[in-house]
């Protein structure tokens, strides 16, 4: 029975609903890996152990946290517009999926063939403005109100920049697709696209970081000023999913990076996958370790950065690349 | 001129950045600082500064008895009231005539309990020695007046108790545990 339903799905489809599936796994488990791996960081880049208490070196931590949060109530505040209130959470989460489905992980890795695959990440990891907007908007906060704001500025800056940056890659490789763009390059460093686009690849890095909303962009939250932004109505999962997505958005712009300047699945000695998530893994680390170096950036200071420095030199780079296609080609 | 230096500038920036990481990693690999507390403690040699509630300091002869010498001073010295002197009275003959009753002593009030002065021949026996740590704000006013050298911080840092009794301290008896335990000989002192 099982048999003739599977054999009665069109192949396509079949894949796609196992790779969202497992990705939806792979997501949740990372979720938890990091939630421990950033608490660690913080804890030994000050001197201390971090969790420790639950499960040995506290690695049952993250399970303690997801219980909690389960556990908690779901307050919706009063005045509060319900409808936009829950729907921020859930639009934060449903996109993150479908971003990876496009993420070649490995040759034959991959959720969905598709030739416009960087173009369906770009265009799905917008709506993660969106549910911060939604979210502000709908609290009935001021403080998640001018953190909306404040979420909403921040990513119409630094999108362009990044779009800009990714161009640049795209046009020398002549290509949208990540699995081609990454299979454009070499096992070693000297052949990845980093090595000739650096700057490229910095000015993307930076506005991912921005685009994450982790520190030190993360003005949208900044618990300083606005206790904690756009999140401070949302209790239990709610908040919990904001941080799901939050962490599973850190994996793709690594992912996205790893494909683009980094040689993608492509490594000596070891197969595929595993490259890519070493070196997927050592740029998220690199984001959790800036999170503890350095402090917030104030407004003025984040967008100056954007549209003073970023932009221009998104611009100068694309249209230097743009010259070099054509001379070359 | 700006076209040149705004880059170099913002160079160094980005290079005080990577200064700033090199910071953050190093010492993510240094040895933690912290200590886990149930499983381990605090060695006493790290807690000479700590400041802990106050207790009395044995005499050298008899380490069961305190220096104390009865005065009152520390209580009246005590802007938050927590400490409760009980000395025997002086027969009334012995009472010298002391500044506050000349009226001389404008600048430093002293205290109306103290019936003689810190340097008398003849100590006061003390009865009691209460001490309320709930209400002490640890300004140490006490410890640093006590012309005796009777009062010193405890090192107590494990300090902790489920009800307010537990910060109620008879510190007449503690000294006499402690002097049980051969730890409370002058300088240094134990939890």
């Known amino acids: 029975m099982n048999g003739s339903l599977l054999t009665s799905v069109a192949p396509e489809l079949l894949r796609l609903g196992i790779g969202l599936l497992a990705l939806v796994g792979f997501i949740a488990a990372n979720g938890m890996l990091l939630l421990y791996v950033e608490r660690k960081v913080a804890g030994h880049v000050q001197r201390r152990p971090g969790p420790f208490e639950v499960g040995p070196h506290g690695l049952l931590q993250a399970f303690a946290d997801a219980g909690k949060l389960v556990g908690k109530q779901l307050a919706t505040p009063a005045g509060a517009d319900g409808l936009l209130f829950w729907a921020a959470p859930l639009m934060a989460f449903m996109p993150v999926p479908l971003m990876f489905i496009a993420i070649p992980f490995g040759e034959n890795l991959f959720g969905l063939e598709t030739n416009l695959g960087l173009v369906l990440i770009l265009s799905f990891a917008g709506f993660n403005v969106l549910a911060l907007c939604l979210a502000g908007w709908g609290s009935n906060n001021k403080w998640s109100l001018l953190g909306a704001a404040r979420a909403v500025s921040q990513a119409v800056a630094y999108e362009i920049p990044l779009l800009l940056s990714v161009l640049a890659v795209a046009l020398m490789c002549g290509s949208l697709d990540l699995r081609q763009l990454a299979s454009s390059q070499g096992g070693w460093p000297w052949q990845w696209n980093v090595a000739v686009q650096p700057l490229a690849f910095f000015i993307y890095f930076v506005c991912a970081v921005a685009e994450t909303n982790r520190a030190p962009f993360d003005l949208a939250e900044a618990e300083s000023e606005l206790t904690a932004g756009v999140h401070t109505e949302y209790s239990g999962m709610g908040n919990g999913i904001f941080f799901l997505a939050e962490y599973a958005n850190m994996i793709v712009v690594g992912c996205v990076a790893t494909a683009l300047f980094l040689g993608g699945a492509q490594g000596p000695f070891a197969p595929g996958p595993w490259w890519f998530l070493a070196k997927m893994y050592l740029l998220v680390t690199l984001v959790i370790f800036m999170r503890w170096t350095y402090p917030r950036v104030r407004f003025d200071q984040l967008l100056n950065l954007n549209w003073r420095w970023l932009m221009p030199l998104a611009l100068v780079n694309l249209l230097a690349t743009a010259f070099a296609v054509k001379l070359a080609g | ?191």
């Open chain 2, 1 to 191: 001129m700006a076209i040149l230096t705004a880059p170099i500038q913002a160079l160094a920036a980005v290079w005080s950045m990577v200064v700033g990481l090199r910071v953050t990693v190093t010492n993510f690999f240094r040895p933690q600082e912290t200590i886990h507390y149930p499983r381990q403690e605090v060695p006493p040699s790290h807690l000479d500064s700590f400041r802990g509630h106050i207790e009395l300091v044995g005499a050298d002869e008899d380490p069961a008895k305190a220096r104390c010498i009865g005065c009152g001073l520390c209580a009246e010295l005590c802007p938050s009231f927590c400490l409760k002197v009980v000395a025997e009275e002086l027969p009334v003959d012995s009472a010298v005539c002391y500044p506050s009753q000349a009226g001389t002593d404008l600048l430093m009030p002293t205290p109306k309990f103290r019936a003689a002065p810190p340097s008398q021949t003849q100590p006061r026996k003390l009865l009691s020695y209460h001490l309320v740590y709930h209400t002490c704000s640890l300004c140490g006013l006490c410890v640093q007046n006590c012309p005796a050298g009777s009062l010193r911080f405890s090192h107590d840092v494990y300090l902790a108790g489920a009800s307010r009794g537990r910060f109620e301290f008879d510190l007449m008896e503690r000294l006499r545990g402690q002097a049980a335990r051969g730890g409370a000989k002058g300088g240094k002192a134990h939890a």
